[in-house]
């Protein structure tokens, strides 16, 4: 009787001794998965990082300067006037002065200050 209930003992530690090796083995395996999951996730993310500064970089680049259409700057060839201005300018200097400033009233109409 008692090699009886001594075989069924040491069938259940080794029914939960298999089960102890096969958490384990899926706790690894879920935990490597997850390790990855955090390595992808991060690279991803430094990705974007990355593409969101060299649009950035490259906006700042590309964004015109301001200028006002009433420079007289001379540029380095044929000393003509910058090239964003174009040939037929207006220059500051021909422009009159004004006595009175126009300002629009919103209904059509020109008031003088």
């Not at 906006?59 to 174009?86: A, D, M, V, W």
């Amino acid at each position: 009787m008692k090699d009886l209930s001594i075989l069924k003992i040491n069938d259940q530690l080794r029914i939960l001794k298999d089960h102890v090796l096969e958490v384990t083995k899926n706790t690894n395996q879920f935990a490597t998965h997850l390790a990855k999951s955090n390595s992808e996730r991060q690279n991803l993310k430094n990705e974007i990082i990355a593409n969101v500064e060299q649009i950035h970089k490259n906006y700042e680049q590309n964004i015109p300067r301001h200028s006002t259409p009433l420079t007289e700057e001379k540029c380095s060839f044929k000393g003509s006037l910058t090239p964003f201005l174009g040939e037929n300018v207006i220059s500051a200097k021909d422009i009159p002065k004004l006595e009175e400033w126009p300002t629009f009233s919103g209904e059509g109409e020109y008031n003088h200050i």
